[in-house]
């Protein structure tokens, strides 16, 4: 294995961090939002049937 500075292991895992931080933040949002958009798209498509 390559020898890497504690700097590199650093920022190997502030990335890290950042994209389970990430994901999380994307999986609460995606099931916050999920009956919100359904609404959306049930009156968008009430909108589209009504024309």
């Not at 949002?29 to 498509?45: D, R």
């Amino acid at each position: 294995m390559p020898q890497m500075s504690p700097m590199m292991w650093s920022l190997m895992f502030l990335l890290l961090l950042i994209i389970y931080m990430s994901i999380i933040i994307n999986m609460y949002y995606l099931n916050n939002h999920q009956m919100i958009m359904k609404k959306k798209m049930i009156s968008m498509n009430n909108k589209n049937w009504k024309w």
